[in-house]
């Protein structure tokens, strides 16, 4: 299992091919490599990605940092974005942005962020983020909103939380097209 | 004869009451705001509109670069072929016009990109480039349409006194077309300066048989007559393989789904906007020939 963390603010993002379980349990926010790999220095000695799984993991790790730096800068680095992501998934972050910016809303703090093991699909691969945001604050005008998101029952939203992305294939390469929120299921 | 075939096998009793399940598997998209907070789920698409009028459902799509992409993009902004984006909110008011120009000529919005993106900045937008949204426009042309399912034409008919056999071909075709049931009806819709021109045409029927089977025809199908005998229909036909006994009410409940494509131009864009309209339930009867012997 490997974990990710997004700081917004200082930015460091770990991925995790969970097999099991969420981050948000794992006191240790240290980067972790898989079981069957030896103990490497530095986060930048990741192997690879060579299996289909493991590249669409990759680029949904990339997306996620690049999402992470967007909200918080409000701002978005296309060259950066247009890598990674297409489909809906693309406009939504532009929408999100904006509609940051228009409504002064901003975000300060750390992600984690825990990936579960792909799910090939063939032509499209799942995979689902256990998303915690425990180190992350939410202000709205300057103020803290709390609780930060609320259910579709008006219930604070249960932190962590999983977040099932789509990816596609793209010119040969897998870009996250699509999320959506898995708020009524535990990680 | 088919028609004269046709002889009451069994007496039917009672009025008819048709229950139509309508199975629908309904998938819900999730996301959370990031300005309220809120998660909002949205519907996807499953299922269908079983019996009844039909719905209006649909989708329109713009093109841009040779491809068809939605004409409405995030938050209801409005794509535009000239700036190549969907222009969306207004920018803030404390934001300056671009050198020679005044807020009576434009302003500035968000533009949202179709990946790849180049230009992350507000765009000037031209007074009367936004607000008239063609898509409404078009939309409000094929309301003006009203639309009709078709007039299921078929052979053996419905009615109490009238079966079916086993084995022998059943005759579906588009009775009475009209431009509100068939197509090609054109009307167009304006606000302003902008005016956008809508055909609509049916592209193909998809009967249901009520047996499980779902034949699709592409034209109006051949209407039957006596003279054809036992053929079996040219254009448009089935078979049923077991009596409609075992069926509530004893009888196949056979609907007819067409499938509406419209063509539309206007306002700087065209699309295209699909949807279904469906019949309520027919009810046909179907029973063996020896039962006629009998």
């Not at chain 2, 254009?235 to 393989?241: L, V």
């Amino acid at each position: 299992m490997r974990k990710h963390h997004s700081a917004l603010g200082g930015v460091a993002l770990a991925l995790a091919l969970a097999l099991s379980g969420c981050g948000g349990d794992d006191p240790d926010p240290e980067v972790k490599e898989t079981p069957t790999q030896s103990p490497s220095p530095t986060p930048t000695s990741t192997p690879t990605p060579k299996t289909p799984e493991e590249k669409a993991a990759a680029q949904l790790e990339a997306y996620l940092e690049v999402r992470d730096i967007a909200y918080r800068e409000r701002t978005i680095d296309f060259k950066t974005l247009n890598p990674v992501a297409t489909g809906d998934e693309f406009l939504q972050l532009q929408h999100a942005v904006a509609s940051m910016t228009l409504k002064k809303v901003t975000v300060e703090g750390e992600y984690t962020h825990t990936l579960d093991e792909p799910r090939n699909r063939g032509k499209e691969m799942l995979i689902i983020d256990c998303e915690d945001r425990t180190g992350v604050t939410w202000k709205n005008d300057g103020a803290v909103r709390q609780p930060d998101f609320t259910d579709p029952n008006g219930k604070p939203l249960r932190n962590p939380a999983p977040v099932e992305y789509t990816l596609v294939k793209d010119k040969g390469v897998w870009k996250v097209s699509d999320s959506d929120l898995l708020w009524d299921q535990p990680c | 004869m088919l028609r004269r075939l046709v002889a009451l096998i069994v007496a039917l009793a009672g009025s008819l009451v048709i229950v139509f399940a309508t199975a629908s598997i309904a998938s819900a998209d999730c996301v959370a705001d990031p300005v309220t907070g809120e998660v909002h789920c949205e519907e996807g698409e499953g299922g269908n509109n079983g019996g009844g009028n039909g719905s209006t459902g649909g989708s329109s799509t713009c093109k841009y670069n040779g491809k068809e992409i939605p004409c409405t993009g995030p938050g209801g902004s409005v794509w535009s072929s000239k700036y190549a984006c969907w222009i969306g909110e207004r920018g803030p008011d404390d934001m300056v016009p671009p050198e020679g120009q005044t807020k009576e000529d434009g302003w500035w919005h968000v533009c949202y990109f179709p990946p790849p993106g180049s230009s992350w900045e507000y765009m000037w937008i031209e007074t009367g480039e936004v607000g008239i949204n063609p898509v409404v426009l078009a939309e409000r042309a094929i309301a003006s349409m009203d639309l009709d399912p078709i007039k299921i034409g078929i052979v053996p008919e419905s009615g109490a006194n009238r079966a079916g056999l086993v084995g022998l071909p059943v005759w579906m075709w588009v009775d009475s077309p009209t431009e509100d049931t068939f197509g090609p009806i054109t009307r167009s819709a304006s606000e302003g300066s902008v005016s956008v021109s809508a055909t609509a045409s049916v592209s193909n029927v998809v009967w249901n048989m009520g047996d499980g089977t779902k034949v699709t025809c592409t034209g109006k199908g051949t209407p039957y007559a006596d003279h054809y005998g036992t053929q079996p229909s040219p254009t448009c036909g089935h078979r049923y393989a077991k009596m409609s006994s075992d069926q509530p009410d004893g009888a196949y409940q056979v609907t007819a789904t067409s499938h509406w494509v419209v063509e539309w131009t206007g306002g700087g864009q065209s699309g295209t906007t699909e949807f279904d309209l469906t019949t309520d339930p027919l009810p046909i009867r179907i029973g063996e020939a020896q039962v006629l012997t009998q």
